[in-house]
């Protein structure tokens, strides 16, 4: 078993204490995480800091030679790093597991370092002119999840560091390991200091939000935490991106034919066992097609194997820890009081360690039911029969978060008419939460604000300046 330490300055720094990171599918002990202290955070953001100097003042050109170096170093570790992801996560390798998550680390970061921000020319006529510039803020401050531990990693470090920042990342306590990982990898390819990684306890990211000399926090996690981000985060005036929660609402319209939706309903619903921030987490399917739906989605639920990630044939791993799952089996029971039909799945058969939960659909349920109204953030999925179009989009709407939603349905152009009525930050047509690197990605509402991927995203790490001549 593998003791890590804290990554600042490109150099490996020891702790006094350490954390056990336990494999979610059988609770062996996958390493021991550092537990860094506010003098180790100081430390980090000082080096982040220093480095600043220098790596805020290459040329554009380096700096994308540096991510797609970035990149390339991902890919010759692809496997370690799934292998990794897969023991402290639980997603299985296999399907759109750890492989997958790390085939995405690295179209992201790629396309991250393809993107450009140069100086726009406003005006330049006889009256003057006009020159607006996208400078770098200084030290960024990423505080990360779970359930997507590389990947939301490099949606955070690689448009601040293109942009000229640099980072002191801070991953969730669930799965340091692979984060630590991935920034080592990176010090190979980049000077030292330019991301640095702390590991350790919730504390630290309440002492990143009011540090004085963090000029932003990235952020993806839940509501709650946000909230308590953006609080501390205003006595110092920093720069906010806050990636939250969702509780995801498909409408299901019916001109579909259901067998060819329920593959994309599926996994929109499921990758990485429904913790997925952009799942589908609330189905609303008209009465015409309920019935039919219901009975083919349980039939594709039934051909899924769940089970330890590490093995090939598994294409769903365990939920990632003991509070989530205790979230889902509350849920869930609630939903059956509330006179829900569970189609398949509904109770845990499994015995012995791991915290797994089979694949469950929940039917007949109503907005007003625990399930529909929160979100799950499992493998669980409730459907909701609907009559009147109007009624599905306003119980789609209402619900405080507002990340994504989907629309199914034959007719394109009256989907898309839909989806521009649904309060949410992106609407998909036939599939759900299929993000891209090259397309804006952010919540409304209690989602959070700013956005992240492509050139919107990047201009999140920077203030402008303007200059007149
Ligand atoms: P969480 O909010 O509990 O933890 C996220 C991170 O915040 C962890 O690193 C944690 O250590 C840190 N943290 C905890 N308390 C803090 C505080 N007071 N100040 C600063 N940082 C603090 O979330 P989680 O349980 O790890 O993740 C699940 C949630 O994340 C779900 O609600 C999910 O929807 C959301 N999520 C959102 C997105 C998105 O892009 N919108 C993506 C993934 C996950």
């Known amino acids: 078993m593998k003791t890590y330490s ?15 990171v336990r494999n979610p599918a059988s609770g062996g002990i996958v390493g021991m995480a550092p537990k860094a202290t506010h003098e180790h955070l100081d430390l ?66 790629r396309h991250t370092a ?35 531990p590389v990947m939301i990693a490099i949606w955070h470090i690689l448009p601040a560091i293109r942009t000229g920042n640099t980072v002191v990342i801070k991953p969730s306590p669930f799965t340091p390991l692979s984060t630590i990982r991935l920034v080592e990898l990176m010090n190979e390819v980049l000077p030292p200091g330019v991301v640095n990684c702390v590991t350790g ?28 981000i953006m609080k501390t985060a205003a006595r110092t005036m920093k720069r906010l991106t806050l990636e939250m929660g969702g509780n995801d609402a498909g409408i299901v319209l019916p001109d579909v034919i259901p067998e060819q939706i329920v593959e994309n309903l599926f996994w929109g619903a499921f990758l990485n066992g429904g913790q997925t921030c952009a799942a589908l987490k609330r189905l609303y399917v008209h009465e015409t097609v309920y019935e039919d739906v219901c009975t083919k989605l349980a039939d594709y639920a039934k051909r899924i194997q769940v089970g330890d990630g590490l093995l090939e044939d598994n294409l769903l791993g365990p939920v990632q820890n003991k509070k989530q799952l205790d979230k889902v089996v509350e849920l869930v029971e609630q939903a059956k009081r509330d006179g829900g039909r569970v189609l ?16 469950t659909l929940v039917a007949d349920l109503k907005n007003g ?29 209402d619900n405080p978060n507002g990340l994504g939603g989907s629309v199914w349905t034959r007719d394109l152009k009256k989907g898309a008419e839909i989806a521009s009525r649904m309060e949410c930050g992106s609407v998909w047509i036939n599939k759900h939460g299929a993000i891209q690197p090259n397309a804006p990605f952010g919540g409304t509402n209690t989602s959070g604000f700013g956005v992240e991927f492509a050139t919107e995203g990047l201009k999140e790490f920077t203030d402008i300046q303007v200059i007149f001549s």
Not at 6 to 20: F, K, Q, S
Not at 100 to 107: C, L, N, R, V
Not at 119 to 140: A, F, H, S, T
Not at 202 to 220: E, P
């Open 114 to 148: 393809s993107l450009d921000m140069p100086i726009e020319v406003l005006q330049d006529n006889n009256d003057g002119k006009v020159e607006l510039l996208r400078k770098p803020l200084g030290v960024v401050g990423s505080i990360t999840p779970w359930n997507y």
């Open 6 to 20: 804290l990554i600042i300055g490109g150099m490996t720094v020891p702790t006094y204490t350490h954390m056990e």
């Open 44 to 109: 980090a953001v000082r080096t982040a800091e220093k480095a600043f100097e220098a790596w805020s003042i290459l040329s554009s050109e380096q700096r994308a030679d540096a991510c797609h170096a970035v990149a390339q170093k991902i890919e010759d570790n692809a496997e370690d790093l799934a292998q990794l992801i897969t023991r402290e996560q639980g997603k299985p390798l296999n399907g759109n597991g750890s492989r997958w998550e790390i085939g995405g680390a690295i179209a992201w970061a």
């Open 369 to 397: 039911s625990r399930l529909v109204d929160e979100e799950q953030f499992g493998p669980v999925l409730p459907i909701i029969k609907y009559s009147d179009l109007d009624e599905a989009i306003a119980l789609a709407n």
């Open 344 to 359: 398949i799945g509904g109770k845990s058969e499994h015995k012995g360690p791991g915290y797994f939960y089979p694949v």
């Open 201 to 228: 306890e919730d504390f630290l990211g309440a002492a990143m939000s009011s540090h004085k000399s963090i000029r932003k926090i990235v952020f993806t996690g839940s509501c709650a935490t946000g909230q308590n």
